[in-house]
Structures are given as C-alpha cells and as structure tokens.
C-alpha cells in the first residue's frame, strides 16, 4: 500500500470527513427518519424490515466500481455525486412543498440519495487508500466513521428534529444547501491535493474486474469475507426495530430524533474516535478482537429496556452506550478491511467489502420486522445480542483462516 504523505495528514482526514459527511445524510434519514414516518403513518413491522431494500445501491454498486475506477476521475466522479445529492434534496423540497410530505416521498428521495451517495463511495475509498499509508489507517478510519455518523447525526438527528418546526420542505431545502457547501469545500480540496491515480498497473475495467477476482479466490479469503459479511448481522436486528420500539412506547418523532439521532450519533462519534486511537495502538486485527465483545454486550442494554415501560433516561442511556461500542466496531473494521486493499483497484477491492457488509446486514433487517412482530421486541433484541456474541466467539478462528490477505506483500 502506499504511504505517500504528500499533503499534511489533517488535510487528508479533513478532506475524508467532509466527503463522508456528505455519504452519512441520506443513510441517517432512512435509518431515523423513514422506520418513525412509516410507523406513524400505520406501516406494519414487516414493511418497516423491507424498508431497508432502499439501501440496495450500496450492495450493487460493487457492479459498477470497476467503471468508476477506470473511467473519468476520481475528482470528477466526486463532483458529480455531489452535484446529483444536491439535486435530489432541491427536488424533494419543491415535491414536499407542493404536495405535502408522504412516506412515499421520502422512500423515493433516500433510493436517490442512496445510489448517488453509494457511487460517490467508491471513488473515495479509492481516494483513501491513495492518501493514506498503513500507518494512517487508524485515524483515517476514524475520520471515515466520523465524518459519515456526522452526516447520519445531520441527516438522522437534526434535520428529522426540525421537520416539526420548521416542515420537510425547509429540512430539505437545508439540506441541498448543506451539498451545496460541500460541493464548494470539495472542490476546493480537489485543487489543493494531488490528483489519486487511477487503478494504478490494470488497464480496463475487464482487467480490474480480473484482478479483483483473484483477490476474492486467494487463500484465506472466504474467512475474510465471512468476517465482513456477518460482523453487524446481530446488531442490524436490534437498530433496525430500535426506532418503531420507541414509537410504539408512546415517544414522539422529535424525541427520537433527538435521542437516537443526535444523542446516539454523537457516542457514536466517540466511540469512532475512540476505535482509530485503539488501531494506530495495537492494529486494526487486535482492536477489531478487542471491541467485537463490547459491541455484543452493549446491546444488553436495549434487550433490558424492552421488557419494561422505559423512561427518556432510559432510553438514552442504552442508546447511548450501544452507540459508542458500535462507533469503535466500526472503526476496527473498516481499517482491517482497508489494511487488505490491493492498492492497484483500491476502489474496486474496498467496494467489494464494503457491499458485503451491506448484505450481511439486509437479511437480518428484512427479517428483524417479522420476528418483532410475531416473538415480540424483547425476543427480537435478545437474538440480535446472541448472534453479536456467537460472532465475537468465531472471530480469532477466522482470523487466523483469514491472515492478512497478502496485503503485505502488495504494499
């Protein structure tokens, strides 16, 4: 991997965190504000569990990345993504202001949101790995984590917390100008920092395509896979049925948004933070051994609170907690992840990983709005803890399977 520190390092994690805020916003409104509108307008569990198929762009766009990694720029395809959030959120404010706002709006503007933000993804993991070397990887993880919980705490937090005052087609209006901001800093950036190679050594998108399935069919990679594909399937059942939980208690839009979105965000951001100074102290293998166990026993928390009537204190104490262990998972994760990236398709090879955890989680989203509906909450969060902790148990075994993907031998 290179090590190439051409620009001052807090340049780099800055340019990182405002692209990632950018990437966090429409995740946070489907994550916070989508499960609370679907629930308040009489959608059923099990449609609230299928309402994460709007996430789909962020599994598929692994089909696209070779492209992105070989056509156009980095840059270029930045500035587009940018141009094309800015365009969904000005048009979702002018449809809200005109007919009012339904779940269906909503629904249709996180899809596009979604895809634009997923295929801006690509081209900055590939940026990523060409700013940071393997000794940037704990912080430029956590600038990563930092930057996109910051956009979910906008997108999820804020902005559904103002919609009672202010109205949706405001919030939206707020939001394409935030992507406005962005758009003008980004760019701004772009003419400071050196221009990140593309796919350094493979010549077209069949060759980065044939490289990446090498990399998937070397020795030790199922394992590694497999560490990525199931290390958030406990959890999604619990987050995904977290939101209607609340709602369902009684708790309005505005306290959950509150609460969760800007409350849980912000433990979020500290337990990121938190996770990238455990990984630039022990690597991204050990931090990522260490933290999985916290990750599972936080959820304790919120499998207590389902048994009863809960308190605000509650509330925001569990959510809070599981918030901060998961901010420090998450972190460990994406720097061992990013630690096996061939350098040559760093787009590519990271975007593979990346939609796997994407698919290890829909699954268990889908079928967390069944199992609450027919076991009841307590039982759903019990077995999304359960499946954390069998994970946390199976990990070093797949380490060791998983080695180090022969990272070192490409840096």
Known sequence: MSTRPAAPLHADLALLALLYLAQGMPFGLQSVALPVLLRQHGASLEQIGLAGALALPWLFKV???????????????????QTALLAVTAAAAAASASDGLDAAVLAWTVLAL????????????????????????????????????????????VLV?????????????????????LLGL????????PAAPRSEGVASVRAVTRVLAGEVTRPGAVAALAIVLFYKTGETVVTTMFKPFLVDRGFTAAQIGQWVGIY????????????????????????????????????????????????PAAVIGATCIEHLCGGAL??????????????????????????????????????????????????AFGAGMALSLLYAAALPLLQRRAGDGGAAARA
């Open 161 to 181: 917390w103002a919609s009672a005052p202010l109205g949706w087609p405001a919030v939206f209006a707020l939001m394409a100008a935030l992507y406005a901001l």
């Open 330 to 379: 998450t972190t460990a994760m994406f720097a061992w992840m990013m630690a096996r990236v061939d350098p040559r398709i760093a787009g590519s090879h990271y975007t593979l990983l990346a939609s796997l955890e994407v698919l290890g989680k829909m699954p268990a989203g889908w079928a967390s709005g069944w199992l609450a509906a027919h076991t009841g909450y307590f039982t």
């Open 264 to 311: 849980g965000m912000v433990a979020s951001v500290a337990g990121s933070l938190t996770g990238g100074w455990w990984v630039q102290r022990k690597g991204p293998q050990a931090a990522l051994l260490a933290v999985v166990w916290l990750r599972a026993v936080s959820m304790a928390g919120e499998v207590a609170i389902a048994a009863i009537d809960p308190s």
């Open 186 to 193: 980004t760019l701004r950036f772009a003419r400071r920092t």
């Open 63 to 81: 089909l696209w990345a070779p492209a992105v990694d070989r056509w156009g720029t980095r840059w270029g395809w930045i500035a587009a993504m």
């Open 114 to 157: 979604n895809f634009a933000a997923a295929t801006q993804d690509i081209a900055v993991d590939g940026l990523a790995v060409h700013l940071l070397g393997q000794s940037g990887l704990g912080w430029g993880n956590a600038a990563q984590v930092v930057g996109y919980k910051a956009g979910m705490i906008v997108g999820g937090g």
